[in-house]
């Protein structure tokens, strides 16, 4: 368990199945039953795929140095790099497809009738054309995953701890589980993390419906999106250099909260869109700080844990991958809240308006629940015990640890010299 040749394994090996199964996501089968289970057999497949490939790929930051800031520091290049490569994909997907245009459905009532008048409309070369257009996105966006991956497994060299090394046999699976999942400050802080990750994906999976039909900017979502990745992308090293400087749990406080206002700000005003563009570059700056401060605070945990365990090595991977599991679990949480309130209220789809309660409820989505699960996400990381004294208190145990751990070795391979010598 959480071996480097395992994990390099797995990036190996589920790349290439991701790119199938993330192509086959966007093909569209001749026939026309059994095409539901067709998309979501493929979906959940790629998600599984993604899964081994992140998890190994996120626990790196443990192996590439036993530096507290030169992980904190990898961790920022790491999540600078992640929302960057939102931002290709989105500007990829939405610069490609949208050349293809699909009509709305102007009456909502005759919803049925108008959407067989625009399907008898559009030709079959058009239908073509806007299938290979998803392929196309999809095969670039494939190709970016390949080359990431090639640099990943040849650039990255692993480090380990010298009181790891000295561990005969790794820690089994289950007990592994057992022991992270009654470590106190993981649990506060995943539980945090869920809240805040909510919060935001709420806001994400809404927002292009909530421009569209509550806004009125159906042409703009997609420039208003990337204003906002593009701002997290310019912000996360602004955010790395507070944490440094004010400690991370500081900069969880302001950087998070700091979305509040501009969420009610979008709740309380008129469709405009100037200050719509201003309240996307402001709510990217905070979209920065949830993708960094969380993911930048579980190698302190990590320590933390080794302190307390000192014999047990091997357990980053499950540290890691019940913090992906719970983004999965947001994700989906998120999904459902937003499909389930959408339907009760009446949503139609590809409509060109939409009745005043879908558009209140996607104004809700976007604004009032997320501010609800950032202020009970809040209150989780105050409950958060590492601060920056017990991180160097931490830090400086561990060092001592090593030096410990280093001056056996070093007695132990003094002693098989003399040995072999006598």
Not at 100 to 128: I, K, M, Y
Not at 252 to 281: D, K
């Amino acid at each position: 368990m959480g071996d480097a040749a395992g994990m390099d394994l797995r990036i190996i090996f589920s790349t290439p199945l991701a790119i199938i199964a993330y192509f086959l996501i966007w093909f569209v089968p001749d026939f026309q039953q059994g095409q539901t289970l067709w998309y979501l057999l493929f979906y959940c497949l790629f998600e599984t795929l993604v899964t081994c490939f992140h998890v190994p790929y996120s626990a790196l930051t443990m192996f590439i140095s036993t530096e507290q800031s030169e992980r904190d520091s990898a961790t920022a290049y790491r999540m600078t790099v992640e929302v960057l490569g939102t931002v290709l994909g989105t500007a990829i997907q939405g610069q490609i497809v949208g050349q293809a245009h699909t009509p709305c459905v102007q009456d909502a009532n005759a919803s049925t009738v108008a959407l067989e008048g625009a399907n008898r409309t559009q030709s079959a070369t058009s239908l073509r054309e806007t299938q290979n257009a998803y392929l196309l996105a999809a095969g670039v966006i494939a190709s970016i995953y390949v080359i990431c991956a090639v640099i990943l497994t040849l650039g990255v060299r692993e480090q380990r701890e010298p009181y790891e090394t000295q561990q005969a046999k790794p820690m089994p699976f289950f007990r592994g589980i057992r022991l992270v999942m009654s470590h106190g400050p993981y649990i506060k802080l995943i539980a945090g993390f869920l809240f805040t990750s909510l919060a935001f994906m709420l806001v994400e999976g809404n927002f292009a419906l909530f421009c569209t039909y509550t806004l009125g900017f159906r042409n703009e979502f997609q420039n208003l999106l990337l204003a906002i990745m593009f701002s997290a992308t310019v912000t996360i090293p602004i955010w790395q250099w507070f944490l440094t400087r004010f400690g991370k749990k500081m900069a969880v406080y302001i950087g998070i909260s700091s979305a509040v206002p501009f969420l009610i700000l979008v709740a309380l005003m008129e469709s405009n869109l100037i200050v719509t563009y201003v309240v996307a570059v402001a709510a990217g700056i905070s979209v920065a700080a949830a993708f960094l401060l969380p993911w930048s605070m579980l190698p302190d945990v990590i320590d933390d844990f080794h302190l307390k365990q000192p014999h047990i090595h091997g357990t980053e991977p499950i540290f890691f991958s019940f913090y992906v599991f719970f983004t999965k679990f947001a994700s989906g949480v998120s999904l459902g809240i937003s499909t389930l309130s959408l339907d009760f209220t009446g949503y139609q789809t590809r409509g060109c308006s939409q009745p005043a309660p879908v558009k209140f409820t996607l104004k809700m989505l976007v604004t009032m629940a997320p501010i609800v699960l950032i202020l009970i996400g809040l209150l989780l990381f105050k409950l958060y015990p590492i601060d920056e004294e017990k991180r160097r208190q931490n830090k400086k145990a561990l060092q001592a640890l090593r030096e410990e751990a280093s001056s056996s070795g070093c007695s132990d391979t003094d002693s098989t010299e003399l040995a072999r010598i006598l």
